[in-house]
């Protein structure tokens, strides 16, 4: 038996701290900077009792961490998984700071998260979780402190109930308080499906950049939920062949490309590709090795690894997940040139479209699609041209431009605040 030792030894935590290092120590800022930016303004951790559907009491754990709010009010995604604790969530929220300064949206960064694994739980449970969590958290949120929304685990339907619950405390309806939430209580047109279309948008960007023609390119996109299902798509109609996808149940593969959308219905009639007919079945840990011109992986983080990444053949990875990339694995890669277009840019979309969603809400006005859609294509591909400029004129990578641009930016904002008192 041979017992595998993997060469990662740090965690997303450590990997966000190690970017954010070497950020300030590239743009010249002190110690004090690191410090400030290494840990969380604001973090609540909080007992979130969930009475079952057979009456007994389960103590779920709850957290919500503002990284910082120099910029504005804090936003990010709520995550229902049973790998949530406390430093992978101030991992996802340091991210979110760096990306909402990245694409200048006039936010600060923040991430919640329960420890639970919401498939083994009914929608009345996840109802009764949701809102005794919001409640737990009400004092830190609101739509000018902390706007959550949707991110692994969690959906539309779970910001209806925090909504809902944060409305009921206020005395009145607060459509601002969350995005991603149903396009009937004022969710935005498009949003379902932003983080998917930015995906895209940078994926065809980064292919031109080398020179790779979309319509001949191949992909392979690890996850098949929201985010991977509809970058999937959106890459099959660009003219892209996408050789094969993923789901947590199982992998399938096709040499001549895979038809997205009848995969897409199959997922609608059996809950998974598992099974899809008009493929074959590959062990999902291969799937990343495949042999593509993009990789796309929009699952969860730390699948391209150490371990893994010498194998990886993809000539462009764009990350459509958090944190899909360790940082050893990035260090390999950018020895093999392989261009990695990182979570901060490539999935930004998503939070894009629910800053519109919130101008929408707080103006009680309705964008239309194409106005919505136009306007996330010109961020994107604004900040795709940003981030790519200043990676060429600094040598180095498009992780390390990005982070760098999205310090300084956060950086200059406190600067200009000054301190209090
Ligand atoms: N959860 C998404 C992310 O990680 C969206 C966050 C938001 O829209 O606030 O970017």
């Known amino acids: 038996m041979t017992l595998a030792v993997s060469l990662d030894t740090t965690t997303p935590l450590d990997d966000a701290r190690l970017q954010l290092r070497d950020a300030v120590e590239s743009l010249g800022l002190g110690e004090s900077v690191y410090e400030q930016l290494a840990h969380a303004r604001r973090e609540m951790s909080v007992g979130v009792p969930l009475r079952r559907d057979d009456g007994s009491i389960e103590l779920l754990l709850g957290y919500r961490v503002q990284h910082n709010s120099s910029r504005g009010p804090t936003k990010g995604g709520l995550r229902y998984s049973e790998h949530v604790d406390l430093d992978e969530v101030r991992a996802l929220a340091m991210w979110m700071t760096w990306k909402c300064a990245l694409l200048d949206l006039p936010y600060g960064g923040a991430k919640g998260g329960v420890t639970l694994d919401p498939t083994r739980y009914s929608v009345a449970e996840l109802e009764r979780v949701t809102r005794r969590y919001t409640s737990e958290i009400l004092p830190i949120l609101g739509p000018e402190r902390d706007i959550p929304a949707p991110d692994i685990g969690t959906d539309e339907q779970t910001m209806a109930w925090m909504m809902d619950t944060y409305s009921v405390a206020s005395g009145y309806t607060v459509r601002g308080s969350v995005t991603g939430k149903p396009v009937s209580l004022g969710g935005s047109l498009g949003r379902a499906t932003a983080t998917s279309r930015g995906v895209v948008h940078v994926a065809l960007a ?65 809950g998974s590709i598992v099974g899809y007919p008009g493929a074959d079945a590959i062990d999902p840990a291969t799937l990343l090795e495949l042999e593509a011109d993009l990789l796309v992986p929009a699952a969860v983080e730390g699948v391209i690894t150490a371990d893994n990444a010498p194998r990886i053949r993809a000539r462009v990875i764009v990350e459509g997940a958090n944190g899909p990339t360790t940082g050893a694995a990035d260090e390999i890669l950018e020895a093999a040139d392989v261009l990695v277009v990182p979570d901060i840019l490539a999935n930004a979309g998503g939070v894009v479209v629910s800053y519109f969603e919130w101008v929408q809400s707080n103006q009680s006005y309705r964008w239309n699609l194409d106005l919505v859609e136009s306007r996330l294509e010109e961020r994107m591909r604004d900040a795709w041209d940003t ?9 180095t990578t498009l992780r390390r431009a990005a982070t760098r641009l999205a310090v300084q930016r956060v950086t200059e904002a406190h600067q200009s605040r000054g301190l209090y008192p």
């Open 387 to 395: 981030v790519s400029a200043f990676a060429a004129v600094h040598h």
């Open 206 to 270: 980064a292919l031109a950049s080398r020179g790779i023609d979309a319509t001949r390119a191949t992909a392979v996109v690890q996850g098949f939920g929201k985010v991977g299902r509809h970058a999937a798509l959106f890459l099959h109609q660009a003219g892209t062949r996408v050789l094969g996808v993923s789901d947590r149940y199982g992998a399938i593969h096709s040499a001549t490309g895979l038809d997205i959308d009848a995969v897409g219905r199959w997922v609608d009639l059996h």
